[in-house]
């Protein structure tokens, strides 16, 4: 029984990893490649200048990783991470409150935004993709209107975020190290991301199994909406000013790093660790045409058929191995 | 009883009878296991041949090969003495190999002649001749004696209707090979009895049928002769008219001495009673009690609001009016958490569409019901989950490789026993087992059998669905029968037969119909 098990059982523990994780073995390779191709790949700085790039991606991507563990999309993250900047530095400075009252306040609207999504999804039974599209809108919307359609500095001890600690480690990568971890534990040891999965796998079944689907959805969409909230502070945070239009179109890139992570859009599989690799090879590929002079519209091409390669490729794995 | 030596002498084709298709050492792998490991199979036109053998034994691959889903990695497919590659169902299509699965092939939203004619529509300037198609439908439905009229939506149509329309499209395809998986597991005796007449009549045109069935009785009914699939080879072929237990022997590769090991017990307090519940358009003043160490089976034609009284019992769905009560408490209508508290549990009878988490492991799938009561400050023991699921897994006998191996690739019986499983681990003190044993081989059902016996020693109650009237019979301590969604009578076991059953079960509906 198990031939395959046993094979792998005897390679050494990186290459099993690798075999398992068509992902990560991805990045291995573009990582390889790029330090190849361009001799400033390889350095610390660069790799944590990706690390800084990929963070406010990542971040939005492990809260949607949640959601589309329970088979649902969350298209409003990009919005809500705008919306949720702009009510910081609004609140921070026109309205004059402490910017930690503040921050509370801004991550309290990004839990909000996701409650109404989770309402209208599991009590008003709209498919997930429209009412987060709805949610978009009025996020978007209403960012423009808090700000009237101009940028707010953020208050000073808020852009600190976007520093680095010790003139070394950036805060943003520090911060997306952290929302992974808090993915990982949640989804693996929480009664609320065990039941994310049986949601995605068979939300009938998990019904019938006694789990409240109406309150897992709201827990759910409500992470994804913190999270956006803690993606839109890292952002503005790094521009010093938090902008109506930030992040626009960010959710197509979080949801492709989730995917590339090896998530199934019809739900019941996904994991930080992999959302994670997602986005570090969005950020690497970028990051690599950039230093391979690689115009800006062709890098576009490039990332989509990136996108479309890794997906393929581990769909293709997955049915080899049956 | 004699020796296993049927395997040592292939029998001649009948002269005059053509063998359509002759599978030789078909053998297939998957990683870890060997699915079919030397499959011999000869189907003769004009003949209705059954393939018998328990989940796990090869069927479903060996149709899947020959529809073109799976290809073999050893042996060969002969059609009409030549080999041929059957890669893709097209291929299959086009060879003139139709195959009938349980999971219907129809898409619910379209009509019934839009199904039949799916693919290759007949076309006028470009457009579908709407009125051709039909004509067309009405005389495929014709030839299966189905009156339903193409342009009813096949959504709208009951199982048996269904598959009929199935029948109708392979017909469509000019198949000369029908493949039929299980047609009967979802259909009632008079159902079974119209669908036996149209596969006779096939046969008598020519058509070879390719027949699986778990029902034994079925078999010297519909067949003409039985190739024994076991382990992944086929270790016997025999006449449709050999005797049950020696079908079984071969199937199990031992002899079964009991196939409804039932032990009665003496029943003690009332567990569940369930007072003058309606709902409307589903079930009527239905009221019935369960009682500690007690299996109480329900029988009645598809349709009769069994299913639908189970779901409203356990607080899957609302109902309108009545009470249930357990030991004497009131449950709270349509919540399931409730129920589940109160120690009610329900094995639907979706297996895969309700009860399994089919992408989720084992061990995952264990622990559903008990994941609430493993939490502790919104974390799961899930080393302690893992641990219980370990030893339910090792008291069912589920067969697998280990907790981590996805319930998708185990067979009917194993994710069967998962689902009654994890009320095993909840502890609930009410099971209500809807169709608790369909499609699942002779072995695993009596494990299943031994389980609920094991269950109403210690006290715990069944209410037991099921549409297979030996089974109820053979079970249950008393039978309720219901029609047109009321409760038309109580039986006890001992005294209870098929007829009685059956005329139960039909009366009250032909009643309802001289209204």
């Known amino acids: 029984m198990l031939v395959s098990t046993n094979v792998l059982s005897r390679q050494p523990a990186l290459r099993s990893l690798l075999a398992e994780n068509g992902a990560l073995a991805a990045l291995v390779v573009l990582a390889v490649a790029l330090s190849l191709l361009s001799g400033d790949f390889l350095s610390v700085t660069n790799l944590l200048n990706v690390g800084v790039q990929a963070a406010v991606t990542a971040i939005l991507a492990f809260g949607a990783t949640y959601v589309i563990i329970t088979g649902g999309i969350d298209l409003s993250v ?83 975020l976007g520093d680095t600690i010790g003139g070394y480690l950036p805060v943003p990568v520090l911060v997306m190290a952290v929302m992974g971890v808090i993915t990982a534990v949640v989804l693996n040891r929480t009664y609320s991301g065990r039941a994310m999965y049986a949601l995605g796998g068979n939300e009938e079944a998990a019904r019938l199994s006694g789990i409240k689907v109406g309150r897992q959805k709201l827990v759910t969409y409500a992470l994804s909406g913190a999270f956006a909230a803690v993606a839109g502070i890292v952002l503005a945070s790094r521009l010093a000013s938090a902008q109506p239009q930030a992040a626009s179109g960010y959710e197509l890139d979080a949801i492709a790093a989730v995917v590339i992570g090896g998530a199934s859009l019809s739900g019941g599989k996904g994991r930080a660790f992999g959302t994670l690799v997602g986005a570090l090879i969005l950020a690497v590929l970028r990051n690599g045409l950039n230093l391979l002079s690689v115009s800006a519209f062709w890098q576009q091409v490039v990332i989509g058929v990136v996108i479309a390669l890794a997906v393929l490729l581990d769909t293709l794995r997955r049915r080899g191995s049956g | ?162 598959q009929m329309v199935e029948i109708a499209k392979a017909l469509a395809l000019n198949a000369r090979v029908l493949i039929m998986d299980e047609p009967t597991a979802v259909l009632t005796t008079t159902e079974v009895q119209r669908l036996f007449a149209i596969v006779r009549q096939l046969r008598d ?26 382990d992944g080879r086929s270790v016997a072929e025999v006449p449709a008219r050999t005797p049950e237990e020696e079908l079984v022997r071969l199937m199990v590769g031992r002899p079964i001495d009991q196939q409804y090991p039932r032990e009665a017990s003496s029943p003690g307090a009332p567990l569940l009673q369930v007072r003058g519940l309606s709902r409307a358009g589903a079930f009527t003043d239905v009221s019935f009690e369960l009682r500690a160490g007690e299996v109480v089976g329900v029988a009645g034609l598809v349709g009769a609001g069994r299913t639908e009284i189970a779901r409203a019992v356990f607080g899957a769905d609302r109902y309108d009016s009545g009470e249930v009560l357990v030991d004497g408490h009131r449950l709270p209508g349509g919540d399931v958490n409730a129920a589940m508290a109160a120690g009610l549990g329900l094995v639907p009878e979706d297996r895969k569409g309700q009860g399994l988490v089919l992408g989720a492991d084992v061990g995952e799938n264990l622990g559903l019901v008990t994941l609430r009561r493993a939490t502790r400050g919104g974390f799961v023991d899930r080393a302690g989950q ?112 098929q007829d009685s059953v059956m005329a139960l079960a039909v009366t009250e509906v032909e009643d309802a119909r001289v209204h």
């Not at chain 2, 292939?10 to 699915?35: C, D, Q, S, T, Y």
């Not at chain 2, 011999?40 to 020959?66: C, P, Q, Y």
């Not at chain 2, 109650?461 to 038309?488: C, F, K, Q």
């Open chain 2, 205 to 230: 045109q020519g058509v070879a049928v390719v027949f699986i069935t778990h029902h034994l009785e079925e078999i010297a009914q519909i067949g003409d002769r039985v190739t024994v699939l076991r």
């Open chain 2, 1 to 162: 009883m004699s020796g296993p030596d049927e395997q040592d002498t292939p029998p001649a084709p009948e002269p005059g009878r053509p063998e359509i298709l002759r599978v030789e050492g078909l053998g297939k792998r998957f990683p870890g296991v060997v699915a079919l490991d030397g499959v011999d199979f000869g189907l003769r036109a004009g003949e209705v041949h059954v393939l018998l053998g328990e989940n796990g034994a090869g069927k479903s691959t060996l149709i899947k090969m020959l529809s073109g889903a799976y290809h073999p990695d050893s042996g060969r497919i002969l059609l009409d003495g030549a080999p041929v590659e059957i890669r893709t169902a097209t291929d299959a299509q086009r060879l003139g190999i139709a195959t009938i699965y349980q999971e219907f092939n129809l898409v619910p939203q379209l009509t019934v002649g839009e199904n039949l004619a799916l693919g290759r529509p007949p076309r006028r300037f470009g457009l579908v001749d709407t009125r051709r198609m039909h004509e067309q439908a009405r005389e495929l439905l014709a030839r299966v004696g189905i009156d339903v009229d193409p342009r009813t939506k096949v959504a709208e149509l009951g199982i048996a209707r269904m």
């Open chain 2, 386 to 497: 893992r641990k219980a699921a370990g030893r339910v897994a090792a008291q069912l006998g589920v067969r697998m490789s280990h907790l981590g191996q996805e319930v998708r690739t185990l067979s009917g019986g194993n994710q069967q026993k998962i689902v009654i499983g994890k009320w095993l681990l909840a502890d609930a003190r009410v099971l209500i087992l809807d169709e608790p044993t369909r499609g699942i081989d002779v072995g695993a059902k009596v494990e299943i059998y031994q389980l609920i016996n094991s269950l109403t020693a210690s006290g715990h109650a069944v209410l037991m669905i099921s549409s297979d009237l030996p089974e109820i019979l053979g079970m249950s301590d008393r039978v309720l029968v219901m029609a047109r969604g009321r409760l038309v009578g109580e039986l006890d076991a001992a005294e209870a037969t």
């Open chain 1, 78 to 160: 990009g919005a809500v991470a705008a919306l949720s900047a702009i009510v910081l530095a609004w609140s921070a400075t026109s309205a004059g409150l402490p910017w930690p009252v503040a921050m509370v306040i801004a991550l309290v609207v990004g839990l909000a935004c996701g409650l109404i999504n989770a309402a209208l999804i599991a009590y008003g039974k709209l498919p997930p993709f429209i009412a987060t599209l709805a949610m978009l809108g009025v996020a978007r919307g209403l960012a423009l209107v808090v700000s009237q359609g101009s940028p707010i500095a953020m208050p000073d001890a808020v852009s600190h």
